[in-house]
């Protein structure tokens, strides 16, 4: 079998967004982090440089590679040496890979550096699913610091613009870019769960909990970098975020019931 970069001449744009996520999962299977987000990261490096037509390669990132720090809103040209799980580590030596593809074979790249995406077809260990799937089922759901901790949630169209947007304009070939791709509002997580609860139209039951060392304070991204390179601009709130999310969960949810295939 020809390998991938000869079997696909025609390619000029990849967008790789595969990963192993989820920062608490970390302390529990680190060697699947390590393989999927380094290992998996090089494997699509390697491939990307051997592809003759190939004019950019997209991959996200995380905003979980800020770690501990503490200056708000987090920008691109922030330390980022200080992470506080194996998660955001795998993330940043991701980044630096591609630097060094980069700077050795002219590689054109943009890092994108994702801060809490949720939406329709989310992932179902991150907290709008489970919290939905608890707050219907009746069971408690368990905040960190009574819900104060503060999240720049950014909806998934609003992701979606900006990858399409970047992905248009391909980096120059030795100097790879990273940047931020968040919606520039720092929520906190209680405020969300009310808007989650009137979008399903029933209240939470909320257990309180110390915060995990794996968890940040607060998130928040400064987005001037990519506003200016592509013109993005987030347009979701999560009043309006939200209830579209709530929506379809519904919406899915009433079809697996139903056992509808593929639901």
């Known amino acids: 079998m020809l390998p991938l970069a000869e079997r696909y001449p ?34 699509v490096l390697e491939m990307a440089r051997r592809m ?3 004019e950019h390669l997209v991959y ?7 770690g501990a720090n503490r200056q708000l809103p987090f920008a691109e040209a922030d330390r980022v040496d200080h992470p506080v799980s194996l998660y955001a580590a795998t993330k940043r030596a991701a980044e630096l890979m591609s630097e060094s593809h980069a700077h050795l074979f002219g590689l054109p790249q943009t890092g994108l550096r994702f801060f809490t995406v949720y939406g329709p077809w989310g ?3 991150m907290a709008p699913w489970m919290f939905a799937e608890a707050i219907l089922a009746g069971r408690p759901i368990t905040l960190y610091e009574g819900g104060r901790l503060k999240r720049d949630f950014t909806f998934v169209e609003d992701i979606v613009a900006g990858v399409l947007g970047c992905l ?22 209680r405020r969300f769960v009310a808007v989650l609860e009137d979008a399903l139209g029933r209240k939470a ?3 309180d909990a110390p915060r995990p060392a794996t968890d940040v304070e607060e998130t928040f991204a400064d987005i001037s970098a990519i506003a200016a390179l592509c013109g993005f601009a987030p347009r979701t709130p999560i ?25």
């Open 10 to 43: 025609e390619v000029t744009r990849i967008v790789h967004l595969a990963a192993q996520p989820g920062v608490r999962h970390s302390l529990v299977d680190p060697f699947a982090y390590v393989e999927a987000n380094v290992m998996g990261h090089l494997v």
């Open 123 to 125: 992932r179902p260990d």
């Open 205 to 207: 039951t909320i257990l």
């Open 60 to 66: 996200a990132s995380s905003s979980s590679v800020y």
């Open 239 to 263: 009043e309006q975020g939200v209830p579209r999310f709530a929506e379809w969960y519904l919406s899915w949810r009433r079809g697996v019931d139903r056992g509808v295939e593929g639901a």
């Open 168 to 189: 248009d304009r391909p980096a120059p070939a030795r100097v790879p870019r990273i940047f931020n791709i968040g919606n520039h509002r720092s929520e906190e997580v």
């Open 52 to 54: 003759q037509r190939l």
